[in-house]
């Protein structure tokens, strides 16, 4: 069994910054990318930023230059750094691993949640 538990999310204002964890659990043996998306009602779920297990990233346009994915491979953990957020930002966040389970030769892909980001003019 594999759990992603997220934390950080909250109200701002926009100008502000939070910063998202998620943490990963269970029967793990490895876990390759990890990654960030967001939701809002009646639309698709869209990613964010990602993340490789070495550290190689990638990021919506909509957030570049304001958003910073990073990991702690040790902690088996992911993080997103939002600064100078704006109202637009406002969503659920869902927390995203490919994990490889104990006894397993496949990736699979996990999600955490979700955690509500919401931005005020």
């Known amino acids: 069994q594999v759990q992603l538990v997220e934390s950080g999310g909250g109200l701002v204002q926009a100008g502000g910054s939070l910063r998202l964890s998620c943490a990963a659990s269970?029967?793990?043996?490895?876990?390759?990318?990890m990654g960030w998306y967001r939701q809002v009602p009646g639309k698709q779920r869209e990613l964010v930023a990602q993340?490789?297990?070495?550290?190689?990233?990638n990021y919506a346009d909509s957030v570049k230059g304001r958003y910073t994915i990073s990991r702690d491979n040790a902690k088996s953990t992911v993080y997103l750094q939002m600064n100078n957020l704006k109202p637009e930002d406002t969503a659920v966040y869902f927390c995203?691993?490919?994990?490889?389970?104990?006894?397993?030769?496949?990736?699979?892909?996990?999600w955490g949640q979700g955690t509500q980001v919401t931005v005020s003019s």
């Open positions: 995203n691993a490919f994990i490889v389970i104990l006894m397993s030769r496949y990736e699979r892909s996990y």
């Open positions: 269970g029967s793990i043996s490895s876990i390759n990318a």
């Open positions: 993340i490789s297990r070495g550290g190689g990233s």
